[in-house]
């Protein structure tokens, strides 16, 4: 392991350092992020695969107040995405990270969670999958505050059952509603993102930073 500590703090793991598009990257990176004033730490990784107990302690390590990211070298997995995530909120390719600095830098100030579009699509297909083999997985949260402008309570409780990965006779049953009240909201709530099944509704979720914690 190694750390730099500047107004951003970087640390690399798994040698990561060697790696020339690591220091590319982080030319790109570090300006972005010095600009905010705030503490984020910058974590470098090659690949989540190959961690150790004593680098998953690092990563487990913050402080009050930092915002943390994890930038990977080496294409990785929806599985091992939701892994990094029990770490820090955002995760993200160098190749993204670089392409897309204002979408990262947007990410830290509103101190939300990010994942690249080209991952989202994949992690929610897998989040669903899960769900539907009723494996034990991290329960994926609304940000409330997000959305309230948008959709109504009642639409909001439907789109927390939804990334929960309840069909529409376990939301009636949990919500007390009709089936046919269900309905009428599911459709609502399609209507307004554009989308036409659940799978995309996760997406889209994913993909407009209204998902506050995966934990």
Avoid at 75 to 96: E, F, G, H, W
Avoid at 100 to 117: D, G
Wanted: proline share 6%.
């Amino acid at each position: 392991m190694i750390e730099t500590v500047s107004p951003i703090k970087v640390t690399y793991l798994q040698s990561v350092h060697e790696d020339r598009q690591v220091h590319v990257c982080q030319q790109t990176v570090t300006p972005v992020l010095e600009q905010l004033a705030r503490p984020v730490h910058v974590i470098y990784l090659l690949h989540p695969s190959g961690l150790t107990d004593e680098e998953r302690d690092v990563l487990k390590a913050g402080y009050p107040g930092e915002q943390k990211m994890i930038i990977l070298t080496s294409p990785v997995t929806p599985d091992q995405i939701l892994d990094m995530q029990n770490y820090a909120p955002i995760v993200l390719s160098a190749k993204y990270a670089m392409s897309f600095p204002s979408a990262m830098r947007e990410a830290v100030i509103n101190q939300l969670p990010h994942v690249e579009p080209d991952i989202s699509a994949l992690l929610a297909v897998r989040i669903s999958n899960l769900k539907e083999k009723k494996k034990r997985l991290s329960r994926i949260e609304l940000n409330g505050a997000d959305i309230r402008d948008s959709f109504k309570p009642q639409e909001i409780e439907v789109l927390q059952a939804i990334l929960d990965g309840s069909d529409t006779k376990q939301i009636s049953e949990d919500l007390y509603k009709a089936h046919s009240t269900v309905n009428t909201t599911l459709s609502k709530i399609y209507r307004k993102m554009n989308v036409t099944c659940r799978t995309a509704v996760i997406t889209e979720c994913i993909k407009r930073g209204w998902v506050l914690s995966v934990r």
